[in-house]
Nanobody, 123 residues
Framework: QVQLVESGGGLVQPGGSLRLSCAAS????????MGWYRQTPGKQRELVAA???????NYADSVKGRFTISRDNAKNMVYLQMNSLKPEDTAVYYC?????????????????WGQGTQVTVSS
């Protein structure tokens, strides 16, 4: 019911910047919280940043002061501006959202994931 498509990943040198974008489409009443997670091989997926529909934000300690999450509710988009990138930021980054959808004639909140985009920080 909701499709999330990430873009903007790639290879960047340490200290560089990247901007990730995530577009939500499909059939839903509204998008609630949206966020970015990341995962490296052998490790659990971890929250990087999240933003509510009202604009409140939350960040992992490891990215505070370097990453900024934002959203455009009119376009159903969420962004992650990543500055001062470090090699340890290398991971697959996933977009996530909670969306209110119709199921069996009732409104409910479901959780959705994008397919992920690779971010590699290396010289």
């Amino acid at each position: 019911q909701v499709q999330l498509v990430e873009s903007g990943g790639g290879l960047v040198q340490p200290g560089g910047s990247l901007r990730l974008s995530c577009a939500a489409s499909g059939s839903f009443f509204r998008l609630n919280a949206m966020g970015w997670y990341r995962q490296t091989p052998g490790k659990q997926r971890e929250l990087v940043a999240a933003i509510t529909s009202a604009g409140s934000t939350n960040y992992a300690d490891s990215v505070k002061g370097r990453f900024t999450i934002s959203r455009d509710n009119a376009k159903n988009m969420v962004y992650l501006q990543m500055n001062s990138l470090k090699p340890e930021d290398t991971a697959v980054y996933y977009c996530n959202c909670d969306a209110e959808v119709s199921r069996f004639g009732m409104r409910r909140v479901n959780d959705y994931w994008g397919q992920g985009t690779q971010v590699t920080v290396s010289s």
